[in-house]
């Protein structure tokens, strides 16, 4: 599914299901809690803390995709083409590090 599909899925979704997109500012707030799920997987699964009995079944990859529906109600409702923005994005990365990581010791 390309980001246009995928933006033009969550808005079908907010108009049948979520009655109207949650306020940008609703939606930040959103994305940080869906963000701090992530982090909380990440630190007690692949960190040092131990993890919670009540963590042990939370799927990762559903925490992941929250941020991502998240990401796209506020593109969506900003008028962000996330497709244009990303490969612009990507494009001005590649430039910039086109040999940055490539020469790092550290990485090696």
């Known amino acids: 599914m390309s980001l246009k599909e995928t933006q033009l899925q969550v808005d079908q979704w907010i108009k049948q299901y979520g009655v109207r997109y949650f306020n940008e500012l609703t939606n930040m707030a959103q994305l940080t809690e869906e963000v701090g799920e992530v982090a909380r997987i990440i630190a007690r699964r692949y960190g040092e803390q131990s993890e919670k009995e009540s963590d042990k079944n939370k799927d990762l990859g559903e925490e992941l995709a929250d941020v991502i529906f998240v990401v796209t109600c506020l593109a969506n409702q900003t008028g962000i083409d ?23 010791t550290k990485l090696k």
Do not use: G, V
Request: proline share 0%.
């Open 82 to 104: 996330l497709e244009t923005a990303f490969q612009k994005k990507l494009n001005a990365t590649s430039k910039r590090d086109s040999d940055r990581h490539i020469n790092n």
